[in-house]
């Protein structure tokens, strides 16, 4: 089992940044791949990045590459999404997930609670 919690959610004005945290605890972070996710209201759930168990390499939806960051210190359990350049586009519910690989984070059986992040124009 993982726990995942995730925070540093808030509220934002357009061109600002944030960043989120994901604490996991339970079994082996580092063997881990993990993801963010967003889902904002009324739309389905979407993929915004992910970070191998090593952290050699990560992936990103087009709509936030070159503003957004994924990373991960396994020492401490935790993976951020440092988001730059935030677009009222970005609000939604952010959502972290753990799996095996990166390939199975949609599906995964690990998910954090979510944390809300609201970017105004």
């Known amino acids: 089992q993982v726990q995942l919690v995730e925070s540093g959610g808030g509220l934002v004005q357009a061109g600002g940044s944030l960043t989120l945290s994901c604490a996991a605890s339970g079994r082996t972070f580092s063997s881990y791949a993990m993801g963010w996710f967003r889902q904002a209201a009324g739309k389905e759930r979407e993929f915004v990045a992910a970070i191998t168990y090593s952290g050699d390499s990560t992936y990103y939806t087009d709509s936030v590459k070159g503003r957004f960051t994924i990373s991960r210190d396994n020492a401490k359990n935790t993976v951020y999404l440092q988001m730059n350049s935030l677009k009222p586009e970005d609000t939604a519910v952010y959502y972290c997930?753990?799996?095996?690989?990166?390939?199975?984070?949609?599906?995964?059986?690990?998910w954090g609670q979510g944390t809300q992040v609201t970017v105004s124009s």
């Open positions: 997930a753990a799996a095996e690989v990166v390939a199975g984070l949609d599906d995964s059986d690990y």
